[in-house]
């Protein structure tokens, strides 16, 4: 892992690397982003970029929020919440998981971050 380099986000998954709706049902997906330092990032901000593509080959993102590092924070790491409607309409499909940071020392500095994380999205039996 580089400097720059995120761990891939934590993220609720089967044994086969699936997100499984039918565990997950009508809850909201809870991710957790952790990196090195992240505790003194407090005040800084997470921008998680999650790029889906439904089985029809549909887009279904969510990249334009900022997540603040603040007392949210847990030793898993910061939470990261996604609307259980997304995740049900990449029923079959995948997502690409992205980090991109910006510290409270710099508002003005993006750092991309290389904490991809792909997972495909299982339908349940």
Not at 6 to 32: C, Q, W, Y
Request: net charge negative; glycine share 8%.
């Amino acid at each position: 892992m580089t400097a720059d380099a995120f761990p891939a986000p934590k993220v609720p998954l089967n044994a086969d690397n699936e997100l499984d709706l039918e565990k997950l049902g009508s809850a909201d997906l809870i991710t957790h982003v952790w990196f090195p330092g992240i505790e003194t990032a407090k005040g800084g901000f997470i921008y998680p970029n999650w790029r889906g593509c439904t089985a029809q080959g549909d887009a279904g993102d969510n990249a334009n929020n900022a997540w603040p590092i603040n007392e949210t924070l847990v030793p898993e790491g910061l939470p990261i919440t996604f609307p259980n409607a997304l995740l049900v309409s990449l029923k079959l499909g995948f997502v690409f998981f992205l980090i991109r940071s910006r510290s409270p020392a710099n508002l003005q500095q993006v750092r991309n971050q290389n904490g991809c994380f792909f997972m495909s999205v299982y339908a349940g039996r």
